[in-house]
């Protein structure tokens, strides 16, 4: 039986339709979506994403929380969050596949120069734009995690040139490893379309900057699909317009949402998505919260839990 009640935090998602499947999922479970003070004492068990600062601090009795994302930065910010409590995040096939396909479709998006035909098109003007092969361009991922990996594996299938770059050395079969402050720069001078899939920590906020982006070959492309705060926005246009970067996809911002105001909305240089590349499934996420409470029912720690030293 569950030592007590679960609160679903977030409060910008359709509560009943994630909460339903952890119903399904564990019929015995008490599940809440808010709570009085009186009421505080009875939650073990939190899904959490991005909640107010100081939010935890109101939770005495917590056991576990569950972040809803792979990326945990909107919790672990909060200096409040008791690190006592381990706190578990997403790793789960569904969101690797999504990650793979929209790393995938737009490194061939870059590659494959499609919006350069895009203009053509609207030109209806016939040029031919020759891709090299892909053995000739050059991937580089940064970060090689769950996520960094999977689109590896991907990439590698369709015979791109691979590269990643890490905290510790990694050893898969046709990637180069790159690794920490040192291998850096020699990491982006072979690099010609840029993935960026690193948590957001002290360590790499704002990575995505001028120097990184004079470090990349003439011509190179940037995605970013991890998040808005390693990227210098400022930065990156310049990049664009002074011509030293090829083009970009973002799919994560400073500001979500995007602000109309942004010239990142209509840069001609600007694939833009708006932070959709890969979206925790609500059904295979509960599925995993159901069997980790019974995992932890058992005695168990959960699992994927983020190291506090790290920060992810
Ligand atoms: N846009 C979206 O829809 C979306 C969806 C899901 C996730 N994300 C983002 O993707 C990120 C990655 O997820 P994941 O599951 O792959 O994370 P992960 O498994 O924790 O992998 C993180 C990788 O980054 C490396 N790293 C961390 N700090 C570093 C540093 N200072 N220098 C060099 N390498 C460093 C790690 O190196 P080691 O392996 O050596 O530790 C690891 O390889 C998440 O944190 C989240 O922000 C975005």
């Known amino acids: 039986m569950p030592q007590g009640a679960l609160l679903f935090q977030p409060s910008h998602?359709?509560?009943?339709?994630?909460?339903?499947?952890?119903r399904r999922f564990m019929p015995e479970l008490d599940i809440r979506t808010s709570f009085t003070e009186a009421e505080s004492k009875d939650i073990v068990y939190c899904i959490a994403w991005r909640p107010e600062p100081g939010f935890f601090a109101r939770l005495p009795s917590l056991k576990v929380v569950f972040s809803m994302g792979a990326g945990v930065d909107g919790i672990v910010a909060d200096p409040t969050y008791p690190r006592h409590v381990p706190l578990s995040r997403v790793v789960d096939d569904t969101l690797s596949q999504a990650m793979t396909e929209y790393v995938v479709f737009n490194v061939l998006y870059w590659h494959r120069r499609v919006r350069d035909l895009e203009a053509l098109q609207n030109l209806k003007k016939w040029r031919?734009?020759?891709?090299?092969?892909?053995?000739?361009?050059?991937?580089?991922?940064?970060?090689?995690?769950?996520l960094g990996q999977a689109a590896a594996r991907a990439l590698k299938a369709l015979n791109y040139r691979l590269a990643g770059w890490s905290h510790s050395p990694?050893?898969?079969?046709?990637?180069?490893?790159?690794?920490g402050a040192d291998g850096l720069k020699p990491f982006?001078?072979?690099?010609?379309?840029?993935v960026c899939l690193l948590?957001?920590?002290?360590?790499?906020?704002?990575?995505?900057?001028?120097q990184t982006f004079a470090a990349l070959p003439q011509g190179a492309a940037v995605i970013n699909c991890a998040r808005g705060g390693h990227l210098i926005e400022k930065d990156l246009l310049a990049a664009l317009d002074g011509g030293h970067l090829r083009g970009a996809t973002l799919d994560v911002f400073q500001t979500e949402p995007l602000p109309e105001s942004s010239p990142l909305w209509t840069h001609p240089k600007v694939f833009l998505t708006p932070h959709i590349a890969a979206i925790t499934d609500p059904e295979s996420f509960m599925r995993n919260v159901a069997n980790a409470i019974r995992r932890m029912d058992q005695g168990s720690p959960p699992d994927n839990l983020v190291d506090f030293a790290r920060l992810y």
């Open 170 to 179: 990694k050893m898969l079969d046709g990637v180069e490893s790159f690794v």
């Open 13 to 22: 998602f359709p509560r009943e339709a994630w909460t339903d499947h952890l």
């Open 199 to 210: 948590p957001l920590t002290p360590a790499t906020r704002g990575i995505l900057n001028a």
């Open 128 to 146: 031919v734009i020759a891709a090299p092969r892909a053995e000739y361009v050059r991937v580089g991922l940064m970060g090689m995690g769950v």
């Open 188 to 194: 982006l001078a072979k690099t010609d379309i840029l």
